[in-house]
């Protein structure tokens, strides 16, 4: 029985057990005249009638009406109650007779007010299950400037100092960067601008738009440059919930229902229920290259039934309908990081497309111009039956030469292999070579891995190139990991070019895990026929903030050299000083980075904040515990507030707050969070903190004694009602400074007075304050 649920409107008006009362009420009344009389006759013209499908009950009442004692339905209906149905068979009114249904046998039992369908599976639309589910969260708006920097210094070579820096303004509209860096040397001072630019994203239609210094959109066969102008490309980074690759639809049937196991690679990876039916698991969990998918169906019993299907999954692929473009106009730039504005004269254009045409094809297309650069061209990536993905591309140049490329890709758990290659032939120019990248005449790359036992490696890999500027390359080499225990793992590796006989090289390597946090490592080898030796101790520095180090030496090719390293990480970011003795010669280096934000009426310095970021306002309230994901971040500052770096943009980031660490006299709504910041923007998170000016007020009567437990008391000012507890305390949350009590006594009502004094305690205990009859 698929799980469907969903009713007619009419249906949906009418509670399914009162649907059922009435009838089965009328049909005892009337259950002889019901069996003496046809169909039409006992539905008469519409009737709402519960319905079984294979046995099972559906859980709804649908709508039928009789024709010449045939039984029809709505064409919704029968959607509704997961059933397959042309709209072709409909009549004018949308009603479908249940005899022209294919595969579909129905029978009317009038006593019970039921119509039992027995339909083929192929006629059942399958229940879909989802092994990821993931619910997209609203994008928290947020406004605000960061300056980010980074700065660096070598004080032995001349006051040599450096500064990066980023001011970024991010606003819902939108976010404009600018980056740079000033170099110190001497007297000589200079700033050399790197990118400037206004972005804007749309995460429903997943595109952006740039307007501004970019990297254009490439694919595996053409090449990026830089370029300063416009761009209108999708981003599918801006959906977190959507997998852009192929991933198989696995299917089944339930006899009975039951629970459904999914196995990938033996490893469970979904569970769920199941109903009788087909039924259909969506979205199954990603793997890279070849598999097997076992789908266990386990009935009531305890009975399993197991189907076992290959995978193939390449990332490489689109799902069938999405579209991926990036389509830049503008003009190349030249000398980055050296000129803040060479940009050529003439104007230039590049785009880039693909299209999933189903989930074994997809489609690509490349086209760039400018003063004397014309190419297009268009390229396939090919899912063949169960022996991997292949690759081919084809591109002509304005300027009388053309590029070929070939490639296939076969990755299984037990074996991997990787061929590609491309190759130009006569004058073949793009937008890179015109930029000054001249354009390889070949690239040939080959490489093979197979695992050795349970935790070990071995990769072959060989790239032929050559270039027009630095010549001939052909380089094979061969790496072998394993990992011997926990905490010892080994990398042995060799190299040769084969266009320069003399280059050649060889090493091994040991890693020690002394503690979670501390590597040791030992490396010996031969470089061009030098011995090489290298020995490095280093101990990671804690996200949360603390101190990490590194301790290293090496000897080589007659030099040798040590070093040394402290790094600290704190909220308001990072810095590191490092050491060197290179053959006797003494160097120094030093750095910091962090920012600044500007938001919510206040300026933080914290870490440097390259993605996205929240600022968590706690309404004043400080040294609060904060916790991203469970992970703690660190304690508000003095005005409540804490920057959050590192965020995932447009994905639900959960954001908590230690309750346990708040004053006995404060309360909130919540103690969590979740904030979905826009890309390269922050979110505020505030959470609602309110302070009350509250105490435990002794309450006695006129001789002293404490109020009876359960006398019901009534603050005047803020009309608050409480109870007397033991000993005559009473908590009110709201005082005054003058406070008037009214209690319900058995002797009738008196009132008490109180003068609420401040006080360093958070809840303090007042009285006793008597409370006083009324004088008669």
Not at 274 to 303: E, H, K
Request: hydrophobic share 40%; glycine share 12%.
């Amino acid at each position: 029985m698929t799980c469907m649920a969903a009713r007619s409107p009419l249906s949906r008006a009418m509670p399914r057990r009162l649907v059922l009362a009435l009838s089965a009420l009328t049909a005892a009344l009337a259950t002889s005249a019901l069996h003496a009389q046809g169909i039409g006759k006992v539905l008469g013209h519409t009737a709402y009638l519960e319905v079984m499908v294979n046995g099972e009950s559906t859980g709804s009442v649908a709508r039928f009406a009789d024709r010449d004692g045939k039984l029809l339905t709505p064409l919704d209906e029968l959607r509704d109650l997961g059933l397959r149905a042309d709209p072709a068979l409909a009549d004018a009114q949308g009603m479908v007779p249940l005899d022209r249904l294919p595969g579909v046998a129905y029978s009317y039992e009038p006593a019970m007010q039921r119509v039992y369908l027995t339909v083929d599976d192929t006629q059942r639309m399958p229940t879909q299950l989802g092994a990821r589910s993931r619910v997209r969260p609203p994008v928290t708006p947020g406004r605000g400037f960061v300056l980010n920097y980074e700065a660096y210094g070598q004080p032995d070579s001349g006051q040599d100092l450096g500064l990066w820096s980023e001011q970024r303004f991010f606003h819902p509209g939108g976010v404009f960067s600018n980056t740079g860096v000033a170099s110190f040397y001497g007297r000589d001072t200079r700033y050399v601008r790197l990118d400037t630019n206004w972005s804007h994203a749309d995460p429903t239609g997943m595109q952006s738009v740039l307007v501004g210094d970019m990297i254009t959109g490439a694919l595996p066969w053409s090449r990026p440059v830089r370029l300063g102008g416009f761009q209108w490309r999708r981003n599918f980074g801006l959906r977190p919930d959507l997998i852009t690759y192929p991933l198989p639809a696995l299917a089944g049937s339930a006899a009975v229902p039951g629970a459904v196991d999914l196995y990938i690679n033996n490893v469970r990876q979904y569970s769920g229920q199941v109903p009788t039916g087909p039924f259909v698991i969506n979205n199954a969990p990603a793997l890279s290259g070849a598999g097997q998918a076992t789908i266990v169906v386990r009935d009531a019993l305890g009975r399993d039934i197991s189907t076992t299907v290959p995978l193939y999954v390449d990332a490489r692929l689109l799902a069938a309908g999405l579209f991926d473009y990036s389509v830049e106009v503008g003009f190349l730039r030249s000398q980055y990081g050296v000129d803040s504005f060479r940009y050529d004269s003439a104007p230039a254009a590049n785009g880039s497309v693909r299209y999933g045409v189903n989930d074994t094809l997809t489609v690509e297309g490349h086209a760039e111009a400018s003063r004397g650069v014309g190419i297009a061209g268009g390229g396939v990536l090919f899912k063949l039956p169960a022996t991997g993905v292949l690759n081919l591309s084809g591109s002509v140049s304005a300027s009388g030469g053309n590029q070929l490329g070939l490639g296939y890709q076969w990755r299984t758990p037990r074996f991997s292999i990787d061929l590609q290659g491309t190759r130009t032939f006569g004058s073949y120019t793009d937008l890179a070579a015109r930029s000054g990248a001249p354009m390889p005449n070949a690239l040939y790359r080959a490489t093979v891995s197979v695992p050795v036992r349970r935790n070990g490696n071995i990769a072959a890999s060989y790239v032929d190139l050559s270039d027009p500027v630095y010549g001939a390359a052909r380089i094979g080499s061969l790496a072998w990991t394993s990992q011997w225990s926990r905490r010892v793992s080994m990398t042995a590796s060799a190299y040769r070019d084969f266009a320069a006989g003399s280059s050649y090289g060889a090493t091994l390597t040991l890693t020690f895990l002394i503690d979670s946090d501390t590597t040791a490592s030992a490396t010996v080898g031969r470089d061009d026929g030098q011995p090489t030796m290298i020995g490095t101790v280093s101990h990671a520095t804690p996200y949360e903030g603390g101190w990490g180090w590194q301790l290293g030496g090496q000897k080589g090719a007659g030099t040798w050299r040590g070093f040394a390293q402290a790094n600290f990480r704190g909220r308001y970011g990072d810095a590191y000083g490092a050491v060197q003795d290179l053959q006797g010669r003494v160097s120094t280096q030093f750095g910091a980075s962090g920012s600044l934000v500007a938001m919510d009426g206040t300026v933080m310095a914290g870490r440097r904040i390259d993605q996205s970021f929240a600022l968590v306002s706690t309404g004043g309230v400080a040294d609060l515990p904060v916790l991203v994901e469970n992970r703690r971040i660190g304690n508000t500052n003095a005005s409540g507030h804490i920057l959050v770096p590192n965020l995932l943009p447009y994905d639900a980031n959960r954001i908590e707050i230690d309750a346990l660490a708040l004053p006995v006299n404060t309360r909130l709504s919540s103690t969590r969070l979740s904030i979905a910041p826009a890309l390269q923007s922050g979110a505020l998170a505030a959470f609602s903190i309110e302070s009350y000016r509250g105490g435990q007020v002794v309450l006695v009567d006129a001789e002293g004694q404490p109020l009876p437990a359960g006398t019901v008391v009534i603050h005047l000012e803020s009309g608050t009602r409480t109870v007397v507890g033991y000993d005559g305390l009473a908590f009110f949350e709201s005082l005054n400074d003058q406070n008037t009590f009214h209690a319900e006594t058995a002797d009738g009502v008196c009132t008490a007075r109180l003068h609420y004094a401040a006080t360093a305690d958070a809840l303090p205990r007042l009285g006793p304050v008597p409370c006083q009859a009324a004088a008669p």
